[in-house]
């Protein structure tokens, strides 16, 4: 009995750090007491105010069918907040709650690409993104952003790949690089798209954790609404990793296209956990902010101790809860170097090679550890890489 | 901006009732007294027990990213449930858990067909089957079931429209109809699919709504449980619509490709709402027959209502929270029937035209009112009704 063709076309999207996690996961199942740097989760459960605000919901019979493109109050918290972030005036219309950021992810790919379209992304890449580009028959082109230019994607390489692409996927604050887009890279990004006729699908869901900015939201360019779908959640922005809700912002035809989509295959969002999703948005900034806070504060602590170590290079963390650091002069590739910090000093990072090679090289170091852990960690890094550069 | 083609080939899928339950909606909006009898939901809200294990859950921290696949307690206690349900041996490495049926049903149809492809389903059909297969990019290609043999599908009709299919969806208890598949018609089905090899892609979320039996789930036929995927589903077992979980019983193979699918499109379901299913399920089957009685009962109250009136056939209503009315000889088509049922008795209920051509002229009854409502509806129906056949 035979599957789809999508099925193999979907699996099998590279990355070659998932390994070393399996192995750091069963050493931590057979006791051993190993330091996790490789979690791109908030350390912190979500809130119990959030989780009273959905049992309550619950408790008062929000329990059957709901909204399909989400409950009205909800899209229209969403809008607003989108407004006051942007400047773009935004609707409910232009709004479809999903079960998830990656659910956004998925949605905004079927809806805009066919098999036999590429679709853009830029590398390194968050793990998911060849397989969803795939996952809607498409071939997942990469463009690639070097070490060099600090990991900003450059027009040229935009435009070079775009023959026979109609989509291009970014993300800022990126994972996994912890680089913020500089406003000129968002400004050639938009060009590029306009100049190739590209749908820009930019993925913000680490909009909250911007530690130097600005961050442009494409979107607010001039004439880039039309062709741009923005993907949220609450994530990141409120630990509700676990939660699944997200959305994505887009022209209205787009929306009504993403509502069919969801009547045809999740059939809404759970209307306690929108409730909930409600509660959450309206604490506003300052909840927001609070949950921000120890990247915030963890970003130091790395700066503090990868920043001046000569031989390695920090990328500078502009924003989101990494920070990637370039290995090379060790002689070791990410992977072999992440290999020994694991057996040697039981610390798991991501190799660089996992998000794809232009990271190579480099390791991902997610600061999702309490402060004082992640700095003693950071200090046996740091001390295991001089001894190799010695 | 163009969208993808297949948002074009997902819409449209027909079905002419929904005008009417938008306008009896507005109805009720403007304030009059709409008897609803149109409605596939229980008309019960989740059971506090299941909401306050789902609070619990959140409460003590189950609140990040989970297994994709699906918690394997869960796992492993839906397919206990389906090894004594059925007697076919089935493991958690032959299950999926999904944000609901709907999501299992685009899963299935998603590993199973590519563009080119076609998917067979029954008419008269529920309302997301067509949009669904061709979701996929496949061609949605109905298998008429006639109301002369009782809206069983007949094995003939199957066989004549499989070339250049890969699967067959069939739904036992079945929505619109209210019928349950004999052992013959699933034998038949069985015999057909192996004939023609074809996926069977059973969908049995009413499946502790049967009044008469035996409901045999096509799995446990010689031979079908490597080429079945089964559809599962809390919503109408436990009154848990609003929760969104359900699962995929299928070949390991598949369940594999469904945890590929969902690591790119939902990234799994959250671990509060599998707690709460788990939890839900524990409760066994006297909770379930608890769950079903309401429907049972008013299965009676629609038989002594409606089964024996001249000019009208009420096709046996042997399963699920449904009866199929045929009123042909009143003249009219369903559309117009319900129509004026709603302008003249304020008494909505679906046309069968909303459901596929071989429903044409027959109405379909959600028994999701509270009994003595529903009794009095009824009797206006046929009062009604009488009054067209005088």
Known sequence: MELARRVAHMCGTGGNGWELLIRARGMIAAGEPVTMLSIGEPDHKTDPMILAAMAQSAASGHTGYTEIQGIR????EIAARVTARTGVPTGPEHVLVTPGGQAALFTAHQLLLDP???????APYYATYPGTIRAAGAEAREVVALPQDGFQPKAAAIRAAAPGAKTLLINSPNNPTGVVYTPETIADIAAACEAED????????YETQVWEGPALSPRALPG?????????SLSKSHAMTGSR????IAPEAVVQAGFEL?????YGVPGFIQDAALFALRRGASFEAAVAAPFRRRREIVRRVLGQVPGLRLIPPSGAMYAMLDI??????????????????????MPGESFGAPAAGHLRIALTLEDA???AALIRLRDFAAALLR
Chains 1, 2 share one sequence.
């Open 73 to 76: 109050a909800l899209r229209e």
């Open 116 to 122: 036999g379209d590429a679709g853009l992304f830029i």
């Open 198 to 205: 590209l749908w820009l699908i930019s993925d913000e869901v």
């Open 224 to 232: 880039m609404a039309e062709r741009t779908v923005v993907l949220g």
């Open 245 to 248: 809700i997200g959305w994505m």
């Open 262 to 266: 969801a009547l045809n295959s999740t």
């Open 328 to 349: 090379r002069e060790t002689g070791l590739s990410g992977a072999a170097f992440a290999s020994r910090l694991l057996d040697e000093e039981k610390i798991c990072v």
């Open 373 to 375: 852990a992640l700095e």
